[in-house]
């Protein structure tokens, strides 16, 4: 006992001694707020535990309910599915109503959770109303043009297309599996203007398509410096209070009154998330209010033309859309960490909603697993 202990402590001190030598202070809050409340990684509430800015939300318009709400069963192979990924919310729309939805772990319609990346889809929704109101010239206008401060050296090269497709160049390493690196810094640290305004242009941009949420979160400075506002703000003016959602939602801050983190966490529910499927699914008009530029919809939910780390052409991305051809069906959709979708079936017209808190197996073709079962649920219940 006393010798376990003993090691105990000197593993204590080792690890303490690391963090402080290191400089990375914010991992005593990853720690906290992940190992020491049962936790391994983020997770769909963990958004309680961090700051927000709230997207204040306007008069509400309700989701019309199709007559044949919840009359079809989910199959049963998408039950084990639900199951084995523990899903907490699913929801299909049809012709702009609700046709099934199914809430599990004391969630429900009104419940928050946490987007993940699918606030990535959000931000580039914004870049495009800027640019349909004027205060960005178009995707080809250069970021130092907003982000003077970032302007050194190559960087100067950086296009918001660059960002918006992933394309950037920059020094930036994608690991939601190393605790000390950037990906986990930029979650977890206080200091996200300077880590991703410090970062340096390492390959051409525009040639290689690189997942990397530093793109997402300058695309989301740029909004600020273009508009004036916060994210925020600007969410709220422009996408939440137009298309009716019926909560605010919370958009994680890294500090109190700081900087959005534009590249993740913004929190709300299925019904509110799923309002920019049918955004989208409308060419950016809703109920007669043309929010978005059709051109705009087109070009964000299309694939682009850049090569992928092995140098091949086969890049399933847009503007930070993520797109697939599936059973002669071309889709487009949001994406989240664990398994966060907002899934639109234009041929079909529909759009499909899945939260929860794991998600299935990563394919070749850089979807996963239940990405294509939540699908063919969907189709099988009402193509």
């Not at 109503?97 to 959770?113: N, R």
């Amino acid at each position: 006992m006393k010798k376990t202990l003993k090691y105990f402590l000197i593993f204590f001190v080792a690890i303490n001694l690391l963090i402080l030598i290191s400089g990375k202070s914010w991992m005593y809050k990853a720690i906290s707020i992940t190992y020491l409340k049962g936790h391994t990684s983020s997770y769909i509430h963990d958004y309680v535990h961090f700051p927000a800015n709230t997207v204040e939300n306007g008069e509400h318009q309700e989701w019309l309910i199709s007559p044949n709400y919840n009359n079809t069963d989910l199959p049963n192979y998408i039950k084990e599915v639900n199951d084995s990924l523990e899903t907490t919310a699913f929801m299909v729309i049809q012709n702009d109503s609700i046709i099934f939805e199914e809430y599990w772990y004391e969630y429900s319609a009104d419940s928050a959770s946490n987007s993940f990346s699918m606030a990535k889809s959000y931000i580039s929704t914004l870049v495009g109303i800027a640019i349909k109101e004027g205060k960005i010239k178009n995707i080809n206008q250069k970021v130092c043009d907003f982000l003077p401060n970032f302007c050194e050296g190559r960087n100067t090269d950086i296009t918001i297309k660059n960002l918006l497709t992933m394309s950037s160049g920059l020094n930036w390493t994608e690991d939601y599996y190393n605790p000390i690196g950037q990906t986990a810094q930029s979650y977890y640290g206080t200091d996200l203007r300077g880590l991703v305004m410090g970062l340096k242009v390492v390959e051409t941009p525009g040639k290689v398509f690189r997942y990397h949420s530093s793109c997402t979160q300058l695309l989301a400075f740029v909004v600020e410096s273009a508009t004036g506002k916060t994210i925020s703000e600007y969410a709220s003016e422009k996408l939440w209070k137009p298309t009716g959602a019926k909560h605010p939602a919370l958009w994680n801050t890294n500090v109190e009154g700081g900087d959005e983190k534009g590249f993740c966490c913004l929190n709300s529910n299925a019904r509110d998330f799923a309002r920019i499927g049918k955004l989208y699914m409308n060419y950016g008009n809703w109920n007669g209010n043309q929010i978005l530029d059709t051109s705009y919809v087109k070009e964000a939910t299309s694939v682009v033309e850049l090569l992928d780390k092995e140098g091949n052409n086969n890049i399933n991305y847009g503007y930070q859309f993520w797109l697939s051809n599936y059973k002669g069906l071309d889709i487009y959709y949001a994406r989240g960490l664990w398994g966060q979708y907002v899934i639109c079936i234009p041929e079909k017209d529909i759009i499909v909603v899945r939260l929860g808190r794991k998600y299935g197996d990563k394919l070749e073709d850089g979807h996963y697993q239940d990405f294509y079962q939540f699908i063919d649920a969907a189709l099988e219940m009402y193509n």
